[in-house]
C-alpha cells in the first residue's frame, strides 16, 4: 500500500512540474505572438531568432515535444487510475458540491487541446521543418508574419483556434492552480499563487483568442 500511494504521489508530481513546464512555454509563445498585432517587424526578429538559433531548435525543441507528449500521457495514465480506482459506486454523487465540473472533466479538455495542438503542428512546425530540412529554402527573415496572417484566412480555422483557447482556459483554470498543491506548495505564499493561476488561466488564453481575431481582421481589411 505505502508503495502504490508513493507511485500514485510520485504520478500526480510528474503531471504537476511538466503542466508548470509547459505554462512557462506558454508565456513565451504568447508574449512572442502578441507582438504580430502590433510590430510584425519585431514578430519576424523574434520568430528568425526562435526558428535559426541552434539551442533553440536543437535543445529546448526536443525538451518542449517531450514535455507536451510527457504531460498528456501521464495525465492519461492519471485517469485511468482514478477510474479503475473507483470499485465502489457512490450510491448519491452530488456532482459539483464534492468537485468542480472542471477537475472531473480534465481528461475533455485535454482531448480537446491535444487536437488543437495536432492542428497547430500541422500549421506551423510542419511546414517550418519541411521548409528548412526538406525543401532547403533559402531563410528569408520577413517571412513568419505573412505565414502566420494567412492561417487565419478562414474564419472557420480562426473559431477553431479560439475554440480552442476557450477549453485551454479551462484546463488552466483547474490545473494550473492544483499543480501548486501537488508539488506541496503550500504555505503563506500558496494563496497568492492560486490567484496568480486564475488570472493566468484567463489572460493568456484570452489573448490568444484577441490575437487570432486581430490577425483575421486584418487580414480581410
Known amino acids: 500500500m505505502s508503495g502504490l500511494i508513493k507511485s500514485s504521489i510520485a504520478r500526480k508530481v510528474a503531471m504537476a512540474l511538466s503542466g508548470l513546464f509547459l505554462v512557462f512555454f506558454l508565456l513565451q509563445h504568447f508574449t512572442i505572438n502578441f507582438t504580430s498585432i502590433f510590430s510584425p517587424d519585431t514578430f519576424n526578429e523574434l520568430s528568425h531568432f526562435m ?20 504531460h498528456f500521457i501521464i495525465g492519461f495514465v492519471l485517469e485511468l487510475k482514478n477510474r479503475n480506482a473507483r470499485a465502489v459506486k457512490y450510491a448519491k454523487y452530488s456532482g459539483g458540491a464534492n468537485s468542480s465540473w472542471m477537475s472531473r472533466n480534465m481528461i475533455l479538455s485535454g482531448l480537446v487541446i491535444l487536437a488543437f495542438l495536432g492542428l497547430h503542428f500541422y500549421d506551423f512546425w510542419i511546414p517550418e521543418m519541411v521548409h528548412k530540412y526538406v525543401e532547403f529554402a ?78 483575421h481582421f486584418n487580414h480581410n481589411h
Not at 142 to 169: D, I, N, Q
Request: net charge positive.
Open 51 to 70: 526558428g535559426t538559433n541552434p539551442v533553440v531548435q536543437f535543445a529546448l525543441q526536443p525538451v518542449l515535444i517531450f514535455g507536451v507528449v510527457f
Open 138 to 215: 533559402p531563410e528569408d527573415p520577413t517571412r513568419y508574419y505573412h505565414e502566420l496572417l494567412e492561417k487565419f484566412v478562414s474564419p472557420v480555422r480562426t473559431g477553431l483556434y479560439v475554440l480552442s483557447f476557450v477549453f485551454l482556459a479551462l484546463h488552466l483554470w483547474h490545473g494550473f492552480a492544483s499543480s501548486f498543491q501537488s508539488v506541496g506548495f503550500n504555505n503563506k505564499f500558496s494563496v497568492g499563487a492560486t490567484k496568480f493561476a486564475k488570472v493566468f488561466a484567463v489572460v493568456i488564453p484570452l489573448g490568444f483568442i484577441i490575437i487570432s481575431l486581430v490577425l
